[in-house]
């Protein structure tokens, strides 16, 4: 039978404008089918709320999560399968800046979830890795695309075809995460110190940027550049804008207000 539960607990704070997603499945916060859906049904409620301007993704413990429920899977009827990807990988479709920190096992589709946000920071501890290959399959949720396009193509092959690992110090090597915080308690430094920095800019440019660049960096050149164009043109008549340029003037804090 398919694992079932698995919580991921949803906490508010920063006055409401931070969503916290804390993955909490007993030691290796497994993933369950249903844990899928509630990944999902989660971000419909961030996106829906106007207040959140960042999501923060974190599990409890000393592991981000081993994977999924590998048993489980052959309890899904094949044609469930079609839309695997569309659930756990909320995070990339969310207008809202998604922040996730890893420490310990980060596999299977725990790192496709993580592949789906948008910044990622983790410690030497953490350890990535698509292990599919070894129950002959492949990963079906955004992993092999989203993979090679952030550490290129030769070493996402690599990776993908042998199941083996990536360490902490080579995901900050590769551009896999951002920051290399030395433990967990660092980790959760970085992460607020992260989050406070990105409270003090406008929620609209940073909603601008993430569709600008995820949109963006798959088309050519030229049509990137025009989409930058337009989105920059589109911000120039916003408030937060003149806002901008008036504390700059004034040699004061912005006061920001999302419009």
């Known amino acids: 039978m398919p694992l079932t539960g698995g919580e991921i607990r949803l906490e508010r704070s920063h006055d409401g404008s931070v969503a916290n997603l804390t993955l909490n499945h007993g030691r290796f916060n497994v993933i369950t089918w249903e844990t899928r859906q509630v990944m999902a049904d989660r971000f419909a409620e961030i996106d829906a709320d106007r207040d959140i301007k960042l999501v923060v993704i974190r599990a409890e413990g000393e592991h981000f999560t081993s994977g999924g429920d590998i048993a489980g899977f052959m309890e899904v009827d094949p044609?469930?399968?079609?839309?695997?990807?569309?659930?756990?990988?909320?995070?990339?479709?969310?207008?809202?800046?998604?922040?996730?920190a890893i420490n310990g096992y980060c596999f299977g589709v725990g790192?496709?979830?993580?592949l789906a946000t948008d910044i990622r920071l983790a410690t030497p501890a953490a350890r990535f890795a698509l292990p599919e290959m070894k129950l002959g399959m492949i990963p079906g949720s955004g992993g092999t695309?989203?993979?090679?396009?952030?550490?290129?193509?030769s070493r996402a092959k690599y990776h993908i075809l042998t199941g083996e690992r990536i360490t902490g110090q080579q995901a900050l090597d590769w551009g896999l995460v951002s920051i290399l915080a030395p433990d967990a308690d660092?980790?959760?430094?970085?992460?607020?110190?992260?989050?406070?920095?990105?409270?003090?800019?406008s929620p609209i440019a940073l909603r601008t940027a993430k569709e600008v660049l995820d949109k963006g960096i798959d088309g050519p050149l030229y049509t990137g550049i025009e989409l930058e164009r337009k989105a920059y043109s589109m911000l120039r008549a916003s408030e937060d804008f003149a806002e901008g340029v008036a504390a700059f003037g004034e040699k004061r804090a912005p006061k920001f207000q999302g419009r």
């Open 79 to 100: 044609v469930d399968l079609t839309d695997l990807g569309q659930n756990i990988t909320a995070p990339a479709r969310s207008p809202k800046p998604v922040i996730s």
């Open 111 to 114: 790192l496709e979830l993580v």
């Open 145 to 153: 695309q989203r993979l090679a396009r952030l550490i290129g193509l």
């Open 186 to 201: 660092a980790l959760e430094q970085e992460t607020q110190a992260l989050v406070e920095k990105m409270l003090g800019y």
